[in-house]
């Protein structure tokens, strides 16, 4: 892993705005604000983004009013900045200003659209006392509950997606320069959204409906359960009676369609709280609060993590387990076959976002209740599992096999060695 120091003086974060960078940026934010967010005339928009990201929030915005929006607001982040006030202020300084957060919810309410733009700072909170980064990240999702079950109950529209930056290229290509890496990293963002074919809009369009294809196929078919075999999983996965298949994207509760992570590539459903057992180990890295956690395993009974072990990140991981009663459980299961074209770059990116998009994968905590009916009655939905935390671990692999299995016992193969069985 490239190191990189939280204070290290930074490079231009910016990519160089020549023509042909600022007219890939510029489809880049329509994409976003057409497909992801689906801005609508007379809507209240929500961003929030690194400050390294100037240039492109304001073609966000430009993109934004274009589609019609009434107003748009910003937040700026700077992790560097939040890593000084946990150094040198400790456990005292370890809070999120929530006043921020509830100005934001506020114009999120009004009828309002979410944009949330990422760009991962290796190392950013390195040396940091692990309880110094809890109480901060208990501070934090205190602070953003309220906004959290919306975007988590698809109550409006929102979508999430990446901008590059040289300290992050370097980890993905560190045999490359800095300049060189920055280059190739953005390239990697542009061909996974399709920013680089002159009908990347259409193309995105293709991905949504083959992805809802395939939803239909394993909503028609109306699994129990899931069982998992690899050399890294031999786990079963239990699945709530009239549970929903989602992907591509999702309706949101004001009517509107949204991509709400972009890139994507996963199919994904919920499983039932107590109903794992087994055992899995990760096949990719997981980067949480800005911190490694590798060689990662856990076994389920009755759908609780009774053991795990870490070879990296240890004390890390037991954070997350132990943030709260349901970090032990699962709240997630997606599907992504290994030929996706995130995969097929053959690099691990150190976002969840990116790598996740790459794998099957799981995620320790909170359920979505969109994977639900809406007149599920409360005995199933009672089968969720309800956190703080919602912690995508990546499991997926070459050898990966999983079979649905029906009510009546019949299999229905879902997955042949990593790749998708219709």
């Known amino acids: 892993m ?64 274009q589609a019609g929006a009434r107003r748009v607001y910003t937040e700026y982040v700077d992790e560097t900045l939040v890593a000084r006030q946990l150094r040198y202020g400790g456990i005292k300084e370890a809070s999120y200003p ?12 009004d009828n309002g659209t979410y944009i ?10 390195a040396g940091i006392p692990q309880d ?37 290229a370097k980890q993905v290509y560190p045999e490359l320069s800095a300049v060189d890496a920055l280059e190739k990293l953005w390239e990697d963002l542009f061909t996974f959204t ?32 899931l069982l998992y075999k690899s050399s890294t999983a031999d786990l079963e996965i239990q699945l709530p009676e009239g549970h929903l298949w989602n992907g591509g994207a999702e309706m949101a509760g004001n009517g509107l369609r949204c991509m709400a992570n972009i890139p994507t590539e996963e199919v994904y459903t919920v499983p039932c709280k107590h109903g794992v057992k087994g055992w899995v ?51 997630e299961v997606a599907l992504v076959s290994v030929d996706s074209p995130i995969a097929a770059s053959n690099r691990i990116y150190y976002t969840t976002l990116l790598d996740e998009n790459a794998s099957c994968h799981l995620a320790l905590g909170d359920s979505f209740p969109i994977a639900l009916p809406a007149d599920a009655p409360q005995a199933i939905r009672d089968q969720l599992n309800h956190s703080d935390k919602h912690v995508d671990f990546m499991i997926g692999s070459a050898d990966l096999d999983i079979i649905g299995l029906k009510a009546d016992g019949t299999q229905f193969p879902v997955f042949i060695k990593g790749h998708w069985a219709f």
């Open 194 to 225: 399709d920013v680089l074919k002159e009908d990347g809009l259409e193309a995105q369009e293709e991905l949504i409906r083959r992805s809802h294809r395939r939803v239909e196929r394993l909503n028609q078919a109306g699994l129990t359960k």
């Open 116 to 125: 949330r733009i990422q760009s991962p700072l290796p190392e950013v909170y």
């Open 2 to 65: 490239n190191k990189v120091t939280a204070l290290e003086p930074a490079l231009n974060m910016s990519p160089p705005l020549d023509a042909a960078m600022g007219q890939k940026l510029r489809r880049y934010a329509e994409l976003l604000v057409k497909l992801g967010a689906n801005v609508q005339k007379g809507q209240t928009v929500v961003i929030q983004a690194p400050t390294f990201a100037y240039e492109f929030l304001g073609m966000l915005a430009e993109a934004c009013y």
């Open 281 to 331: 180990r990760n096949t990719k890295p997981l980067i949480h609060d800005g911190i490694l956690i590798d060689d990662f395993e856990f076994t389920f009974q009755e759908g609780k993590v009774v053991s795990h072990r870490a070879g990296v990140g240890q004390t890390q991981l037991e954070a997350i387990l132990d943030a709260d009663e349901g970090a032990r459980y699962l709240g």
């Open 132 to 168: 110094v980064l809890t109480a901060y990240q208990k501070s934090k999702t205190a602070a953003r509950r309220a906004m959290q079950e919306i975007v988590g109950d698809f109550k409006s529209t929102w979508v999430i997606a990446m901008v590059a930056n040289p300290r992050w």
């Open 98 to 109: 929530a006043y921020e957060m509830d100005f934001l919810l506020d114009k999120f309410r």
